[in-house]
């Protein structure tokens, strides 16, 4: 019985951690209560005891930003399968200051996730974030100094596939 209790409850924790890791999930200040029943080592009574799981602060459910925030997710990586035929197709300075921009913002984006799973305490989140921001900038300046001073991403792609 308490075999089918701990595998139950490992079952749980992997299922609830799959989204931010076990560490995220166990070790932040905000918690999340919720009831768990437990069978006691007598059948006839199952003993009802609250488990606490720590959740992120920062992506609480239901917040109109963090829906906005996906959606433009979605919208950006639906925009880079676009531009990618787009690219091929039609090269030109238009296509290339679009893939330096979409690339740049889901780069960013991208990891951005990771410090939000992997990166703990204040002080080490803002020095990542600043981090974060200045190679992003960084990237999008030199690929936008890319495509105006020398051949631009989509010529170098296809120069690249010609070798």
Not at 115 to 132: E, F, M, P, Q, R
Not at 140 to 148: I, K, Q, S, W
Request: proline share 3%; net charge positive; charged share 15%.
């Amino acid at each position: 019985r308490s075999s089918d209790l701990t595998l139950s409850t490992m079952a749980s924790l992997l299922r609830l951690s799959c989204s931010r890791g076990v560490k995220a999930l166990l070790l932040n200040k905000t918690s999340l209560l919720r009831p768990l029943i437990a069978p006691t080592t007598r059948q006839d009574h199952p003993v009802q005891k609250v488990s606490q799981f720590h959740v992120s602060s920062r992506h609480q459910s239901g917040s109109k930003s963090a829906s906005l925030h996906w959606t433009s997710e979605r919208a950006v990586s639906v925009l880079l399968l676009g531009l990618l035929p787009a690219a091929y197709l039609y090269p030109g300075a238009a296509v290339d200051y679009s893939l330096a921009a979409v690339l740049t913002l889901h780069g960013h984006w991208g990891l951005g996730q990771v410090l939000t799973d992997y990166v703990h305490g204040d002080t080490k989140i803002k020095l990542a974030n600043t981090s974060l921001f200045a190679l992003s900038a960084l990237t999008f300046a030199g690929l936008c100094y890319f495509n105006y001073h020398d051949v631009g991403i989509t010529k170098a792609v296809a120069l690249l596939w010609s070798l």
